[in-house]
């Protein structure tokens, strides 16, 4: 018997203990094998190494692990148009014959028309009429699964593959190796959060309690007796920019000691992660490459990134250059 319970225990024991700790990181391989041997990736583990070795001055307790990551840009694909967008782009074709006051009512008559320049005119006032207009005004569930029908059908122009097969190779590979070492990783985003909690624990690992966005005004209603969510034509918050601070604070309730942006919408939420105590990590992707996926920064229409990149030049913050510190974007590409 006692020779039993010995062999249970050395079976069950290192199974549960691994499953409890995290691994420490110096004692793992090759954590982002589709990074390039760059700065930014030795960056990284060099940071990693620090806050998870006990003993160190600049140790970091797993709880306080925290790590943000904007969503748009940052861990999938935003041009030529947001994700979101595309969403709402055909659900405006889809819901048109219901409201014919849409073709000569901006952003809708350009959807219409296939003129994107005359939706891109009406700024962000536009695009939250185009989400207000196609989200609202049904329950929680029936959006979750307008959302999910689409994500499986719906594909880009470019790559010719779904929306949630353009996420970044490395990205995952990244959001991995975190919580490998204890970290707890977060979407910031300012997508709107109904949209991508439908997606997002399949895609990257994160589960939707770990998903914070921008919101729409809710309220409960009762349906043939039962409660129901519905989703008002009202926004509630818009997680962007100077929200983003305000949304880990809300939502996260602990600063981030790790932030990750690509565009000037990032900035505050970086600035706020490096005005914490102690070890601090900001990262930026630049979009530089044409060839395997597309190259903008201070003057483009989506994800523009100008002053924070200065930003992040003056201040030592990481900034990975696309084209030459990834081996890989996507994990379809050779």
């Known amino acids: 018997m006692k020779k039993l319970l010995y062999v249970l225990l050395s079976i069950y024991l290192p199974v549960a203990v691994s499953t409890l700790s995290p691994c420490p990181a110096a004692a793992q391989g090759d954590p ?165 909690r439908p997606w997002a624990e399949k895609a990257y690992g994160i589960p939707s309690e770990q998903v914070v966005g921008s919101t729409m005004k809710t309220e409960l209603e009762t349906r043939d007796g039962k409660p129901v969510i519905m989703r008002l034509p009202q926004i509630s918050f818009v997680d962007d920019g100077p929200g983003k601070p305000v949304g880990i604070d809300t939502f996260i309730g602990r600063r981030p000691i790790l932030a990750f942006g690509n565009s000037d919408g990032d900035q505050q939420m970086l600035e706020w992660t490096a005005a914490g105590v102690g070890q601090r990590m900001m990262l930026l992707i630049h979009h530089t490459d044409a060839d395997r996926e597309y190259a903008y920064d201070r003057t483009s229409s989506v994800g523009k990134l100008d002053k924070a990149l200065d930003e992040a030049n003056a201040k030592g913050w990481t900034v990975v250059n696309m084209k030459d510190d990834w081996k890989h974007v996507f994990a379809f590409q050779p």
């Open 32 to 196: 982002l094998p589709s990074w390039n041997d760059t700065a930014p990736k030795k960056n990284i583990i060099a940071f990693v190494e620090r806050v998870t070795k006990e003993g160190s001055p600049d140790f970091v307790p797993i709880p306080e692990r925290i790590a943000t990551f904007d969503n748009d840009g940052t861990l999938w694909v935003e041009s030529p148009v947001y994700t979101q967008v595309a969403f709402a782009s055909d659900r405006v074709k889809e819901l048109a014959p219901q409201h014919p006051e849409w073709k000569t009512q901006q952003p809708f008559k350009g959807i219409l028309e296939g003129d994107m320049k005359a939706v891109v005119a009406t700024g962000e006032k536009g695009i939250y009429q185009l989400v207000v207009a196609t989200s609202t005004g049904m329950t929680e569930e029936e959006f979750e699964q307008s959302v999910s029908t689409w994500i499986a059908q719906a594909q880009d122009r470019k790559f010719k593959r779904h929306y949630n097969e353009l996420v970044y190779q490395p990205m995952t590979e990244l959001l991995t190796y975190l919580r490998n070492n204890g970290f707890k990783t977060f979407i910031v985003s300012g997508g709107e959060v109904g949209f991508m």
